[in-house]
């Protein structure tokens, strides 16, 4: 079957806007008369939707009384997404006061008579006036109210949320949603069934939804009554839900484990005639998804079947070359198939995402209206293209919907499509003009707790005050506003795109370009790094180490080079260093090469680092502008001038670790060099050949080589360049032993006091509460212990879990950690590489039998046989003492905590002496402020990963035993390399003071 499937999809990945722009205003031409139309539809639409007054109440209601705009729409959002997950009272009481405190629920005057809102108001006012901020379950004022009101606000506050769940959800079973389903289709109302859930973590999970969809399969297909299809139930399903590791890297993988499992479903959906969708995934997945649903529309158990289809979101500039896929694999197969054509749900994500990457473009449009025309013209081609592709218009917008039904010129061979509990005055109208077309319900089915990431999405998507169903439900908007063209908004190319999110290379400007990175999910953009990794040359002869002796001779070459350096321009050494980045970007594949095969470091890491070594370069040398530039001027009396200037101090040394060979030795290297100094680079003994790529680039750049030397070798040398009488300052990250050595050594000396900048570890901590979210603790549990085999200062050694939750999210995290994929860095689907060499394996292997001895074993992982692998484990501690140092490998702890006993935890935590990274994971703003307040940590991350400290925007580096600070990256570092010197000039010494004199009353 294989020989039927189309070539590979393959598109531009973030295409120009303008150029789209220019297609899609030219497809949106309409006559006049057309136009008038589409006018008079929507108006009747908009009218329909305004008058409106469903007794029971929609989530339209909803949006209208709590905004995203105001502070309690942004509460109810986080307390429905968060309430009704958290299992114990004591939490949950804290998590309704913080989230009720942030909003005047108790003022709130409803503007809606619709019962659900009405009530969801009354129970969250009631909540609000017997939870008042400031009161909480310890506290000594109010105690007697409260053991007589929480109970009753417990129980308010979670009516309140499931009522809202009762009208986002069609049924918490699939057999409660077919019935209420039946009960509701009088008017022959078509469904598709959503079953909810989050993407899958780990094979478990993987197996539920599985079972999941299969059984909704079974129980649908006995109640689909007989019409043929397209008139028959359907269900959608989400790829991402039944595999853990459904992501471009793991390619081979998902082919081999994924697509089996969809043709299964798929086969028993046949077997039923059922509709079956495959949902929409995120922009990085859309070649991965094709690929999946290409080979199963290919299975010749499906051959003869018309229910199979897909959803293709219009926000994505590739939407149209998806249509003109599947239409051509449609062919091949001599198949009928279904597409939903959907505006998009991820477009917040999609944004945060290509600007994290250093993309040179968006693969979503930036201006709502640009989507709008994209829809239309997607639509256009999904009608020319029928009986062999069925279309489903999924919308809510009166203006969408007019315009297609005149582009339609009829009422069949298409289907609109609602969400459940939204459009329906719109669609009960357009039935009463067009009582032909037919109109499928996309219902989610699922238990409350489930319901939360659809929740918040579809908050999201309608609750924006620039959203159609926002505006169509405030009667304050004129209807003129609402029929505006999409095309009218836009205008021209010019404004394709929305002047406010600049291109995620100019995310930084003025001040400096972002990295360039690459998306793995591109699959030519990631092949042709592969392929030019592979074959970048890298030397495989040993670097010759210097002795300790030849110490002397290269600091007093630096130090003879150091005038001339220091009197360098500011803008001139800015610009070196600007030049170092682009070379850098530009021999990318060089050095991913060497961090693969000399660092043992993954793709996903290699790219990070080279992509941080310029970052690094850019950022110094728009900070050191600034700083180095012009003298600045003082205040003071007439007749005097008073400036400051920073200099450099002579001869740096540079000591950087071997886990970040680039990125952290071009960081210190470069911050010395802006301000002034001339440097001695010495690397870790183990990444010998980064170090000296990297400097010979940074030479080609136009650093003199006077003004950096590099000295290799171990130990010993190290010691002896901080020992030589003529370093003027050191800086230096590794472990906090060497660094106290290397204090005393510097307090030893006689002459200048010299500075000493230090980064070093720690014992870094992850609280996450009962309110968090187990998918992203999860998530940001394994990215943030077992990344880069855990060998980052930075990296979670020890996890802190609110025991009322924590079976749940340890079985979550082992069950992730067992996907990882442990093996060659070279090839891109590994996660977790090798530690750096014998010594660091033999360490944590040590270190792994204790812990199997002493504490609970959850995960152990299997590493490969031969090389220094050292494979993720997860071990459960009774007691956060029992780690008294830190263990740099991707090796987890874990302690359970009471939600009383957070104090303590706190406590263990400072106690370790420690201040590097912490992770909190709570919806409880309360609760995160106070941990914020109680810890000197120098980087906080809050409800994500704490690993990736990006330059200029995370700047990074710890209090205590971790470090001196300033923070690398950061707007205070430069200053520490220099000296300050203040010039004061009498003006008035030539006999007195002309400009004062001279000056007018």
């Known amino acids: 079957m294989s020989s039927q499937l189309p070539p590979p999809f393959s598109a531009p990945f973030a295409a120009d806007d303008r150029a789209m722009a220019t297609w899609l205003l030219a497809e949106a031409q309409l006559t006049p008369e057309r136009e008038a139309r589409i006018d008079r539809t929507a108006r009747g639409l908009i009218d329909a939707i305004r008058r409106n007054d469903d007794p029971l109440g929609g989530v339209e209601d909803m949006l209208r009384e709590f905004s995203l705009s105001t502070k309690e729409g942004l509460a109810l ?24 405190g942030q909003g005047d ?30 009161e909480t379950p310890q506290g000594t004022i109010g105690r007697l109210a409260k053991r007589i009101g ?31 389903a039946h009960a509701h289709s009088a008017g022959h109302a078509r469904y598709s069934f959503d079953m909810l859930g989050e993407g899958a973590r780990t094979r478990a999970d993987a197996e539920r939804y599985f079972n999941s969809y299969a059984a909704a399969i079974q129980a649908i297909g006995q109640r689909a009554g007989d019409n043929p299809l397209p008139d028959r139930p359907g269900i959608s399903v989400k790829l991402s839900a039944l595999h853990p590791r459904f992501e471009a890297v793991s390619r081979q993988r998902v082919m081999a484990e994924l697509v089996p499992r969809v043709v299964d479903l798929a086969a028993r959906a046949k077997a039923r005639d059922l509709n079956f969708t495959v949902d929409a995934e995120e922009a990085d997945r859309l070649e991965l998804s094709l690929d999946v649903i290409a080979a199963v529309a290919a299975a010749t158990s499906l051959s003869g079947w018309s229910g199979f289809g897909l959803a293709i979101q219009a926000y994505q500039k590739r939407a149209s070359a998806v249509i003109d896929y599947i239409d051509d694999l449609a062919r091949r197969l001599n198949r009928r198939m279904m597409v ?39 639509a256009k081609k999904l009608l020319t293209l029928r009986p062999r592709i069925f279309p489903q218009f999924a919308t809510h917008n009166a203006l969408t919907v007019a315009t297609l039904l005149e582009l339609t010129e009829s009422d069949e061979g298409y289907e609109f499509q609602r969400l459940h509990g939204m459009g329906e005055a719109l669609y009960a109208q357009l039935a009463k003009g067009h009582p032909g077309i037919a109109c499928r319900i996309y219902a989610p089915v699922g238990s409350h707790r489930d319901l939360l990431a659809y929740l918040v999405r579809r908050l999201l998507e309608n609750g924006a005050n620039s959203s159609f169903v926002a505006m169509a439900s405030d009667p304050g908007v004129p209807a003129e506003v609402l029929l505006r063209r999409p095309s009218e908004i836009v205008g021209n190319s010019d404004g394709a795109t929305n002047a406010t999110i600049p291109l995620p290379r100019d995310l930084y400007q003025p001040a400096r370009v972002n990295s360039r990175g690459i998306e793995f999910g591109e699959r030519a953009a990631l092949n042709r790094l592969v392929a030019d990794v592979a074959a970048e040359k890298t030397s495989t002869a040993a670097v010759k180490r210097d002795a300790p002796e030849d110490v002397n001779r290269t600091v007093v070459a630096a130090r003879d080079g150091f005038p001339a350096w220091s009197r360098t321009p500011a803008a001139a050494r800015a610009a070196t ?22 660092g043992g470091k993954t793709l996903d890491d290699s790219v990070s680092e080279v992509r941080e070594a310029a970052d690094f370069c850019r950022y110094y040398a728009a900070e050191g502008r600034k700083l180095f530039g012009d003298a600045q001027p003082l205040p003071g009396p007439t007749g005097e001038r008073n400036t400051l200037q920073l200099r450099g101090r002579g001869v740096f040394a540079a000591i950087s670790p071997w886990n970040f060979p680039l990125a952290i030795f071009t960081g210190q290297v470069t911050a010395a060099l802006m301000a002034g100094n001339t440097v001695v680079a010495k690397p870790a003994e183990q990444t010998p050949l980064v170090a000296t790529e990297a400097v010979r680039l940074l030479h080609q750049a136009g650093i003199p080589p006077a003004a950096l030397h590099l000295l290799q070798g171990d130990g010993p040398t190290g010691a002896a360049l901080v020992a030589h009488r003529d370093i003027a300052g050191v800086v230096f990250t590794g472990s906090t032993d060497v660094a106290r050595s290397i204090n005393r050594a510097l307090a030893a000396k006689d002459g200048p006091i010299v500075p000493l900048i230090a980064e070093t570890g720690g014992i870094n901590a992850m609280i996450a509460d009962a309110t968090a979210l187990p998918e992203q603790v999860a998530d940001d549990v394994v990215t943030s212990a077992f990344r880069s085999a855990g060998q980052r200062c930075s990296a979670l050694r020890l996890l802190f879990v609110q025991e009322d939750v924590a079976d749940r999210m340890i079985e979550m995290i082992s069950g992730a950690a067992r996907e990882l994929k442990i093996g060659d860095p070279s090839d891109p689907a590994t996660h977790v590489g090798p530690v750096i060499d014998r010594e660091a394996k033999e360490r944590l292997d040590a270190h792994i039998a204790r812990m199997t001895r002493e504490a609970r074993v959850h995960f152990a992982g299997v590493a490969p046989p031969s090389g220094n692998f050292v494979a993720p484990h997860i071990f459960e501690l009774a007691d956060a003492r029992q780690l008294t140092e830190e263990v740099f490998g991707p090796i987890l702890h874990v302690v359970r905590y009471r939600a009383s006993g957070l104090d303590a935890v706190l406590r263990s935590i400072a106690d370790t002496g420690y201040g590097l990274t912490l992770g909190i994971h709570s919806r409880i703003d309360d609760t995160v402020e106070a941990i914020v307040d109680r810890l000197e940590v120098g980087n906080i991350y809050v409800n994500r990963n704490m690993i990736g400290a990006v330059v200029g925007v995370q700047p990074f580096g710890g209090h205590g035993l971790s470090g001196t600070g300033p ?22 010494a030539a006999g007195g003071n002309a400009a004062l004199m001279s000056g007018e009353e």
């Open 577 to 598: 260093l600007e030049r170092a980045a682009d070379l850098l970007e530009h021999r990318s594949a060089h050095f991913i090469a060497l961090l693969q095969r000399e």
């Open 150 to 180: 929480i109970p009753a606000v417990r129980a308010a506050t979670r009516q309140a949320m499931r009522l809202m769940g009762n009208h986002f959800v069609l049924g918490e079973t699939i057999e409660a949603a077919l019935a209420r």
């Open 967 to 988: 923070k690398a990256g950061g707007p205070h570092y430069l200053a520490r390399f220099a000296s300050e010197q203040t010039v004061t000039v009498n003006t008035a």
């Open 77 to 100: 959002m986080v307390l429905a997404e968060a309430l009704l997950r958290v299992p114990d009272v004591e939490t949950a009481d804290r998590f309704i006061e913080d989230k009720l």
């Open 105 to 134: 629920f108790i003022h709130h005057e409803t503007r809606s008579s619709a019962f659900l809102v009405n009530a969801s108001a009354w129970a969250l006012g009631l909540s609000a006036l017997v939870i008042q901020p400031g």
């Open 340 to 378: 939903r054509l959907v505006k998009g749900a991820y477009w917040d994500a999609e944004i945060k995402r290509a600007q994290e990457r250093g993309l040179d473009g968006y693969p979503v449009f930036t201006r709502k209206a640009m989507t709008d025309l994209n829809y239309i013209a997607c």
